[in-house]
């Protein structure tokens, strides 16, 4: 396995609990949109076996043509003890990165695509419509449905509609607004419907898809193989 030590060279406070760290990309190191990578805090492999809590399975919220890659995520003022440390880092300070996959690369198939997701889960979300905006082949269109109950909506200069490229956006803050867009998106018999967010908010997805007669093929989950027979 190898393990790539870089630096924080910019830290961005998107919202008032959400940051963004933007890390020197070594040499190497290729991702593609929808990738998530294993970050991990100085001192996770020090001992004779990895601190399993300097370690966390974090998506990359940027592409490899931005010249950055960039960690998204959300810091609460009562946080584990990786956020803890991570809140007081600096620019130059040492992180690493391994084990980096896609599981939810966009899929150029002449479809819609409807891009789901809760709060920060936007993060996976950011690369794939970048990447779509940058060259629409394959793709009919895109939507993206985020909720997010803090109103303090992420990346809105990525995701703003624009109807000339076929992509719209919608932001809404409560439950009831979010699972009722969703059905309406059902009525969409081909399309493919990404979900990302905690594991509840999969399975309530999941189960409103399924009622309007979405196919489990149809539903793309930020989970590797194995994991997807627990959710579909």
Same mark, same amino acid.
């Given at each position: 396995?190898?393990?790539?030590?870089?630096?924080?060279?910019?830290?961005?406070?998107?919202?008032?609990?959400?940051?963004?760290?933007?890390?020197?990309?070594?040499?190497?190191?290729?991702?593609?949109?929808?990738?998530?990578?294993?970050? %991990?805090?100085?001192?996770?492999?020090?001992?004779?076996?990895?601190?399993?809590?300097?370690?966390?399975?974090?998506?990359?919220?940027?592409?490899?043509?931005?010249?950055?890659?960039?960690?998204?995520?959300?810091? #609460?003022?009562?946080?584990?003890?990786?956020?803890?440390?991570?809140? @007081?880092?600096?620019?130059?300070?040492?992180? %690493?990165?391994?084990?980096?996959?896609?599981?939810?690369?966009?899929? #150029?198939?002449?479809?819609?695509?409807?891009?789901?997701?809760?709060?920060?889960?936007? %993060?996976?979300?950011?690369?794939?419509?970048?990447?779509?905006?940058?060259? %629409?082949?394959?793709?009919?269109?895109?939507?993206?449905?985020?909720?997010?109950?803090?109103?303090?909506?992420?990346?809105?200069?990525?995701?703003?509609?624009?109807?000339?490229?076929?992509?719209?956006?919608?932001?809404?803050?409560? #439950?009831?607004?979010?699972?009722?867009?969703?059905?309406?998106?059902?009525?969409?018999?081909?399309?493919?419907?990404?979900?990302?967010?905690?594991?509840?908010?999969?399975?309530?997805?999941?189960?409103?898809?399924?009622?309007?007669?979405?196919?489990?093929?149809?539903?793309?989950? @930020?989970?590797?193989?194995?994991?997807?027979?627990?959710?579909?």
């Amino acid at each position: 396995m190898q393990i790539y030590w870089t630096k924080i060279t910019e830290i961005i406070q998107e919202t008032s609990e959400v940051t963004t760290y933007l890390l020197e990309c070594p040499q190497d190191f290729t991702w593609e949109e929808g990738s998530h990578t294993h970050f %991990a805090l100085q001192g996770f492999n020090s001992g004779d076996t990895p601190n399993r809590s300097l370690v966390r399975h974090m998506s990359i919220s940027t592409l490899p043509h931005e010249n950055t890659i960039g960690i998204t995520t959300r810091i #609460r003022e009562q946080c584990s003890e990786f956020k803890t440390i991570l809140k @007081d880092l600096k620019v130059g300070s040492d992180v %690493a990165l391994f084990k980096t996959h896609s599981n939810v690369p966009l899929k #150029r198939q002449g479809k819609n695509v409807y891009l789901l997701s809760s709060g920060v889960g936007l %993060a996976t979300f950011r690369p794939l419509v970048l990447d779509y905006l940058n060259r %629409a082949d394959d793709v009919n269109q895109i939507h993206s449905l985020n909720i997010d109950s803090s109103k303090e909506f992420l990346f809105t200069d990525v995701f703003a509609s624009d109807p000339d490229q076929k992509f719209t956006s919608k932001f809404v803050d409560n #439950r009831t607004d979010y699972y009722e867009e969703v059905k309406n998106l059902g009525a969409d018999k081909d399309g493919l419907y990404y979900v990302v967010g905690g594991d509840e908010f999969l399975m309530q997805n999941i189960a409103v898809l399924q009622e309007q007669g979405i196919q489990a093929d149809q539903i793309m989950l @930020d989970k590797h193989d194995h994991q997807l027979a627990e959710f579909l």
